[in-house]
């Protein structure tokens, strides 16, 4: 074959592997599509630690967007609380703002979740184009971006510092891509100004996994600009200040403090049978990540491409060192909380960083990126030798990734009806004032703070919330919840408040709070305001 017989040949290859990518793309990302206006949400369970992430989305996007937010709003009133408290980044707000603004709850939330999975098909097919895929390599890195695991684990939690893993690919591609062009001139402007807000959101959101994810640099066929990557560096670092000061000033000391060596709690380390599952953990055992075995497959026929195999045998090294440091000191034998101590010898300086890079499964998110990388250039590989019981075995492994998270798509246990209670209904055409939902129930007062946002809330995020619970009308809402006898405020007292409306709805009180406790918290509310009226079976309203 003649040099311009070969050239077309490889055009044409060329030409059908971007076909061949963009369909399995677009198939990669409709499992994200029907979550826009999906009637149900999608997480693990309708309590506070799954609630509070939603609606701390949704008091940040409006918050960003100056919209009816009034300055004490969600649970603040009457003392003001920081807004960073519990929380460290906002990066992943800042990016789905928008859709805080245009959809109600909870077609907001499903549309970030969708947002997430999109985003991570995408940031890893780009990665993989940077690294020189063109066809199908490119495909399966979206596949595997768009079906990665440990991510909706995370999606299922309502985490979002482990879900948007396409942003750290993203920014590494974006770095990767400012390489001189042929004359030698530098990259254009916009090069350096993309790769420097898309790095800065990277590094705000969570910034061990831009760490971690760098060795996939290795591969780069072509050796970027250095001062290109050193202006988008510098940019980087100004517009991602503020989001690193804001960590820090919530968790630097938490970081600083981590103890002695311990087991990781369940969820946070793998398993040693899910260093390389080949069947869906059961529905139930959701809550820990793991690596597909047929990713490992496919990055193992990376070693085909004789041109970069000692880097590619380097970054397969690093991801194996990801995956047995995910194990966490305590390795477990068996994919269920049994754990048998073996590393207690660990030294105190590795323990610290395993603890630090641990959590939220970001060494097996790493570890994921890392072979589907491999596993890009090895499908890409066997694509352009015309291979194609390679190319099909490859296929077969791009979608075993598929197969670990359909059980969690398809659980009907893990899609939860989330419309308005019916304190929300009444707020919607209620005159305007300071609301008390009793009793102290964060995931009912977060699910009615979601469907109506605008309402100030008298509720402090914690019921132990001292300065506010100084003042009389405070005091006696919180001995309501807990059922302490104590005497009823003044006029003047709920007018310190500005109170408006009372509800009451016994459904919230702890299963352990006897029946005859809940109508004594009716009965205190009726001897100072009167009757109330009833919105619904057992849930009342007072007007103050």
Known sequence: MTRLQRSDADLATARSGRWFALVALIGACAAALPWVRHPLAFMRATCPDVFRTPWYHDRMARHWAVLNLHPDSGFDHPVTQRAVDG???VADVLLTAPLTWILPWPAQWTAA?????LANAFGLAWLARVLGCRGPGIAFAGFAGAWLQPAWIELLAGKPQGVLIGLYAAALAAFLSLVPHDDGSEPRAWRIALASIVAALALGNHPPLVVLVAPVALLAPRRPSGPAVAMAAMGTLLLAAPF??????????KILRIGPPRCLDWGQALAVADLARVVPQPVDSASGACLSAGLWLAAGMALIESGRRRRVAALAGVAVLYALAALGSCPRLLPDPFVKPLFEWTPAPVHWLQQLLNQTSRLSIAAWVLLAMLGSLGLEAAFRRRNRARCVLAAVAGMHPVLLVLPLVLGARQWHPVGPPATARFLASAAPGVVAELPWDQAGQFLSALHQPDRIRVNPRSKLQEAAR????????????????MAPPTARDLDEIELRWIFLDPDRFPDDVPPACRQ???GRIEDLLGPPLKLEEEVWVWKV
């Open 87 to 89: 929380f460290s980044t």
């Open 113 to 117: 979740q969708s947002a997430a999975i």
């Open 244 to 253: 690193l000061a804001r960590m820090w000033f919530v968790y630097g000391g």
């Open 470 to 485: 100084l003042l009389p009308a405070v005091a006696w809402l919180d001995s309501l919840s807990t059922c302490t006898p």
């Open 520 to 522: 004594k918290a009716r």
